[in-house]
Every structure is written in structure tokens, then in C-alpha cells.
């Protein structure tokens, strides 16, 4: 404990006499290396967090209720929807109907039957625009025309990827129509009927699930599909904050649901392509962080070590007066890891204060989804802990390494 407090107090009075340029230097780059891990891996995971975040939101909700195997349809859907309306901790749930049409954009225009139709084949769904916006917010994602209203009838919308304009950004991966905007007509037919219907928006959405939908109001598809029962296809379900889901799954099985459905959270009915997205920028966070952390810390490393050693004569000096080795040791380590505490200090505030708070009010706009700064407390304190222990070796090491050698010569700077 002697040679422990000696080596802070002589640690203490290095800091304040030490030249002022080359304790910054090493403040700086602690702060920077810092910065630089949670960034870098704050910006893999933000993709990870918004992929994940907007396909909730926007595509699956928190939970999804979807026919039994062997069945097309969810059965006793009324019965189950009742059900659904007496659970506190549902915010929202809507009921979705399917069925596969083809759509065609050009057949008023088409006077020559050897021009290719202008045509395309998609899932078309019916829905009831307010459930619809409440669960998932898709009038948020119309960025031309409007959104559908519970009187609408004969209006259709459409997703981006339906459209030429924006599907050749992509080249041929979508089949599209041309010429569509708010306000144009197409034909919609199911095989045995057609009905003409009007492009009332354009859903816009970086999850692709979702700008390749095709929506109708539900008395409109009950029409052309002479739908007679209520038994749907999907029905969505958005949970109130904070609420388990798996309760809300476990009170629906025990109340017999999986009888005539079959009930998903959202983690499961999540696509593989989006498991394989997420899964691959999560690997290249750890792989980056990983080789990012250990550049750094060498980096450091050999700041503080080159530092310690042009002491050397200082350190001679001390133990020709006698002072113990390992206070010695201990000063030099403590200098070290103080301007470690300082940089980490520095860093944390910069990232927490104006970082995240500006990536919130700035997110990045990545093909995939709009991207902020996930910062993993837990993560950020291992970081921290592990460049901090770095600082300490690289402090200790090059102080045990000159105390061992003979004063004199390190007094005279001999080798």
C-alpha cells in the first residue's frame, strides 16, 4: 500500500508537470479511438435495429394471426376478432384479404394487339383503411396521392416497385407498369371478372415487402371475389408499448385460437432474406469491432509506451534516490490509465450528447431503412473496459521495463 501510494502521488505530479502537447496528443486519440469503435459498429447495428424496426411497423406487426395448415383462410375469424378487441394489451389489429389478380395499364391505349400488354401479376389485398393505418401506419408511406378512407370505392394502392419510375432504379428485378401516377386508371382482373379501379397513391417504403402490396378497400374486394364470409386471410396485431407477446400468444392458445389458426411472433414470421440481411451486418459489426479495437489499442499502445520511455533518465533519477520499483511501476501505470479515464470521459459525452441526439434528427438514409446510432450499453462498457485495461499494460510494461535495468546506465541513457 506504501509503494501504491507513492506511485499515485508521483503519477499525480508527472500529469502536472507533463508537457501539456503530448498529454493532449494521447487524450485525443483515446477519444478518437473511442468514437471511432462505437460508431463504426453503432452504424452496422443501426441497419440491423431499422431493418428490423420498419418491417414491424410497416409489414408484420408484433404478432400475426394466419390460416391453419392446409387452409387459405383464417376460420371463425369474426369469433377470433371479438376475442382480440377484449385484450388490454392490444393497441391495434387488422384484418387482411388476399387473392391474385392481374393488373394492366395500358389497355385503353393499346390499338395494336401486337404491342405487349402492359401488365403484371401481384397479390392484391383488401383491407380496412383505418385498422390498416392504425397497426401499421401505411398512410405514412404514401408519397404521392392519397390514402384510402373508409368511403373510398373503385380506388386502388399501389407500391413503388409496381411502378416503372421507380422499379428501373432496380433494373429488370420487378415487373412494373408504366405511364402510372395518382389519378390513372387500370384493370384489374381476377380470371373471370374485370373492373376498372383508380391509382389513389403511391406507397413508398424501403422494406420491399411492403412496396409490393397492392391494396383495395375490403367492400370492394368482397365484390369482385364475391367474398360472402369474413374469414381472412392474415390479421395483423400491434401491441401497446412494453407489452409481452408472448403472453398475448399464450392467452390466445389457451382460449383455443389454434384451432382454426396459426399464430406467429413477429421473430418468426420474420422473411430468411431479412434474417440472412440482418445476420450478415451483424457479423461484419463484430468482425469490425473486433479489428478496429485491437488497432486502436496498439495505436495507444505505443503513444503512451514511447512517452514512458523517453522518461527513462527521470526514471533513473527517482531510483537512484530511492524510490521502490514498483512505485514506480505504479505511477507510470496510473498516468496511463488517467489519461485513458479522461479520453474515455471525453468520448462518451461527445458520442451520448451530440451523436446519437444528431443521428436521431439526422438518420442516415440507407437503401434498407433510415439508419441511427444503436449504441449497446452493455457493448460500450466492454469497449471501454478493454481499452482502459490497455492503457494501464501499455503504461506498466515500458516501467518495468526500465526499472529493471541498471540506474546508472539508465541515468546516462546507455542501452
Known amino acids: ?33 473511442v468514437i471511432n469503435l462505437i460508431v463504426i459498429s453503432g452504424i ?9 424496426r420498419d418491417v414491424r411497423n410497416q409489414a408484420l406487426g408484433d404478432i400475426a394471426i394466419k ?19 377484449t385484450y388490454q394489451d392490444i393497441q391495434s389489429f387488422t384484418p387482411r384479404y388476399e387473392e391474385s389478380v392481374t393488373i394492366e395499364a395500358n389497355y385503353n391505349e393499346r390499338r395494336d394487339l401486337s404491342v405487349d400488354r402492359d ?14 393505418n392504425q397497426t401499421l401506419g401505411v398512410s405514412t408511406l404514401v408519397n404521392e396521392g392519397e390514402y384510402l378512407t373508409k368511403d373510398d370505392r373503385g380506388y386502388i394502392l399501389i407500391g413503388k416497385h409496381y411502378v416503372d419510375k421507380y422499379a428501373k432504379e432496380y433494373g429488370d428485378v420487378f415487373d412494373s407498369l408504366k405511364n402510372i401516377e395518382p389519378g390513372t386508371v387500370v384493370k384489374v382482373s381476377n380470371g373471370y371478372e374485370s373492373r376498372e379501379f383508380t391509382v389513389k397513391g403511391i406507397i413508398n417504403s424501403k422494406i420491399d415487402m411492403v412496396s409490393l402490396s397492392v391494396f383495395m378497400p375490403e367492400l370492394d374486394f368482397r365484390r369482385m371475389f364475391n367474398r360472402v364470409d369474413y374469414d381472412a386471410n392474415k390479421i395483423l396485431i400491434k401491441l401497446k408499448p412494453g407489452s409481452d407477446s408472448q403472453a398475448v400468444v399464450n392467452r390466445l392458445l389457451s382460449n383455443n ?9 413477429f421473430e418468426e414470421g420474420i422473411p430468411k432474406y431479412i434474417k440472412d440481411v440482418t445476420e450478415t451486418f451483424n457479423f461484419l459489426s463484430t468482425a469490425v469491432g473486433t479489428i478496429s479495437i485491437f488497432v486502436a489499442t496498439i495505436t495507444v499502445f505505443i503513444i503512451i509506451f514511447i512517452n514512458t ?21 505504479y505511477a507510470y501505470a496510473f498516468q496511463a490509465t488517467f489519461y485513458g479515464l479522461i479520453g474515455v470521459s471525453l468520448s462518451l459525452l461527445i458520442i451520448f450528447f451530440l451523436l446519437v441526439p444528431y443521428f436521431i434528427k439526422n438518420p442516415i438514409d ?13 457493448e460500450l462498457i466492454n469497449k471501454c473496459l478493454f481499452l482502459l485495461t490497455m492503457m494501464l499494460i501499455s503504461g506498466f510494461i515500458p516501467a518495468w521495463m526500465i526499472v529493471r535495468k541498471n540506474t546508472l546506465d539508465s541515468i546516462l541513457g546507455r542501452k
Open 44 to 52: 452496422l447495428n443501426g441497419i440491423t435495429d431499422g431493418v428490423l
Open 67 to 85: 390460416p391453419a395448415d392446409d387452409e387459405t383462410r383464417i376460420k371463425n375469424t369474426q369469433r377470433i376478432m371479438r376475442e382480440l378487441e
Open 119 to 132: 401488365i403484371i401479376a401481384v397479390n392484391i389485398q383488401g383491407i380496412d383503411p383505418i385498422t390498416e
Open 366 to 378: 440507407f437503401p434498407y431503412t433510415d439508419v441511427e446510432l444503436s449504441v449497446s450499453t452493455f
Open 257 to 265: 385460437v389454434a384451432g382454426d389458426a396459426k399464430i406467429e411472433l
Open 309 to 329: 520511455l523517453s522518461r527513462r533518465q527521470h526514471i533513473g533519477i527517482l531510483k537512484a534516490v530511492g524510490i521502490n520499483k514498483k512505485a514506480l511501476q
Open 1 to 33: 500500500m506504501r509503494n501504491l501510494r507513492i506511485g499515485l502521488f508521483l503519477g499525480w505530479r508527472q500529469i502536472k508537470r507533463s508537457n501539456i502537447w503530448a498529454s493532449t496528443l494521447i487524450i485525443s486519440v483515446v477519444t478518437l479511438t
